[in-house]
């Protein structure tokens, strides 16, 4: 399947299972800390079989066409909402699997690494969705801590809309891949009547500049 398809699917089945959530007028904060008149709720499609099923046979076959040079051959999930998926594609591809947290356990072992730490594998960190990606750089410095490679990532979701953000990555030796993004989700909405034109035109101006629509909507503003 090529990348356009598995682009257009993935913005479907997210609006179609109410993953995508819109509010101008209270704005929701994303774990970057900015302000957004919508919120991607990837959670979602572990409730729904069929998409999930769809949703991690279309990260398998972006692993396999995108990641030839350096193929993954022992998956990591992000704690906690990349677990699922994680586990779907280590199962589905006969990989071992471990997750990893974002802060350590106050308790027991105090691991940051739950499962086996295999340092000798290529290891691909599986999350829902990227904003800025400095979560992302976070994951995979605490993964690299455990001297386990790790220079690659897959999400369902890229916000991809954030200019900084793949430089930081690059910076960082990491490449983060996709299935779909907003201007994929966006143009699938703008064909619908279910959302009305004041609702698109902030989303409209929120993709073209976040940092400023949300900078205008701080507290201090």
């Not at 774990?31 to 959670?43: A, E, H």
């Not at 704690?79 to 779907?88: L, M, V």
């Not at 006969?94 to 990893?100: E, Q, T, W």
Request: proline share 5%.
């Amino acid at each position: 399947m090529i990348k356009s398809e598995i682009s257009k699917i993935t913005a479907k089945i997210l609006i179609n299972i109410g993953a995508i959530n819109f509010s101008p007028q209270s704005p929701f904060k994303l774990s970057s800390g900015f302000l957004s008149p919508s919120y991607i709720d990837c959670r979602k499609i572990i409730a729904y079989p069929s998409a999930f099923k769809e949703i991690t046979d279309m990260m398998i076959d972006t692993i396999k066409s995108e990641m030839v040079a350096q193929s993954p051959d022992y998956i990591i999930g992000g704690e906690t909402a990349g677990i699922p998926f994680a586990a779907a594609i280590a199962e589905k591809m006969g990989l071992p699997l471990s997750y990893v947290r974002k802060k350590p356990k106050d308790y027991g072992k105090s691991k940051m690494i739950e499962g086996e730490i295999l340092k000798d594998k290529n290891s691909l960190l599986v999350e829902d969705l990227m904003t800025d990606g400095k979560s992302k750089i976070n994951f995979i410095d605490n993964i690299r801590s455990h001297e386990i490679r790790c220079n690659l990532g897959i999400v369902v979701f890229k916000y991809n809309i954030f200019e900084d953000a793949d430089i930081i990555l690059k910076k960082n030796n990491i490449e983060v891949h996709y299935l779909t993004d907003w201007e994929e989700v966006y143009n699938e909405i703008c064909q619908m009547d279910k959302f009305g034109s004041d609702v698109l035109t902030e989303i409209r101006k929120f993709l073209d500049d976040p940092i400023d629509w949300s900078n205008n909507r701080l507290p201090d503003n």
